[in-house]
């Protein structure tokens, strides 16, 4: 009898090693770094995420140097510096600058990559602000004009003056290349911080949902989260990088018509969607356009969601997120209104 309770002891014993060997949850890769002017915070689970994750970290910090416009050796910087009116594009430039024109056409420009005169009058590029004066963006105004661009395959014609920014679509563009790695690479499980950009990969290791935190543009507590699998989760705020002269707050989302600082009752704008490229440019453009024109811009796509936090505190979200999005504690009195 007692062999027999010590050999089922020994059987329990390895059941339990066993079944405790299945539902061990994968030891989770982390990699952070600076790049694109931020912080990057890539965490993959899975025998492949350690290659899979240096390798992600390698592209971007390749498009980094692709795409920084300070930066005298980026491909950027020397076609804003050209010579010449045509110019023939590396592919990566060539495909994001596709899907930027794209998303400046569909968006009225609200949208722009051509806004970089304007950008750089403010000294958002540089950290050294200062407000333009009206005769100033006025001269400004006419450069830029997405409409004004014509990209032949790889070949690129631009009229004098007219410069280039990404800074509004190359963390979205980014992520979408390092979930394409990952995912490459056998990654099931994994999330992408890039600044404001978030890209998720399947679900949590456990299966459940990724949450996604939105920030208070006030406080920066998490006021909100959205249930995500395979998604980009993008904000855009006047709260994330702005200065402040004679009281009066100057944020980096211009108005590509007015060359101002977009003004129209929102302090954040969050996209969720497949694609991050679009998710950040239109968590841009619609920062720009204010809610309602907003909300009638997602009535004619319907293939994201957005979620509004206006300058009074009040929040709206489109009506595909109503079972994904909840309030935070402390925040579960906020008026939530859905768009439908
Ligand atoms: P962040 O870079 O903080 O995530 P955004 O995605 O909204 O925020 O991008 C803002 C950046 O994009 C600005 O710093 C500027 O370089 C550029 N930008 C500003 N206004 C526009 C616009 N209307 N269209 C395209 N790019 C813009
Ligand atoms: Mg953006």
Known sequence: ???????????????????????????????????????????????????????????????????????????????????????????????????????????????????????????????????????????????????????????????????LDFGGIAKGWAGDRAVQLLRGCGVTSAIVRLGGNIHTVGTKPDGSAWRVGIEDPDTGNTLAAVSVTDRAVVTSGSYQRFFTRDGQHYHHILDPDTGRPADNGLTSVTIVGDCGARCDALSTALFVMGQERSADFWRAHRDFEAVFIRTDGSVAI?????????????????PVEVLE
């Open 1 to 163: 009898m007692a062999r027999f309770v010590r050999r089922l002891g020994s059987a329990l014993l390895v059941l339990i090693v066993f079944l405790t060997g299945c539902v061990a949850a994968p030891t989770a890769q982390e990699r952070q770094f600076t790049a694109m002017d931020t912080f990057m915070y890539l965490t993959a689970y899975g025998p492949q995420a350690r290659e899979a994750l240096a390798l992600a970290e390698e592209d971007i910090l390749f498009l980094d140097d692709l795409l920084d416009v300070t930066q005298e050796s980026s491909q950027v910087y020397a076609l804003n510096h050209r010579t010449a009116s045509t110019l023939s594009l590396s592919p990566e430039l060539t495909a994001l600058l596709e899907q930027a024109l794209l998303l400046a056409n569909q968006t009225g420009g609200a949208f722009d990559p051509t806004v970089y005169p304007l950008v750089q009058a403010w000294g958002f590029t540089t950290d050294t602000y200062q407000v333009p004066t009206q005769q100033t963006l006025q001269a400004l105004l006419p450069l830029a004009d997405h409409t004004a661009l014509t990209l032949t395959d790889n070949t690129l014609t631009l009229p004098e003056g007219v410069q």
């Open 318 to 334: 489109t009506a595909g997120l109503k079972d994904s999005f909840t309030l935070m504690d402390g925040y579960t009195a906020r």
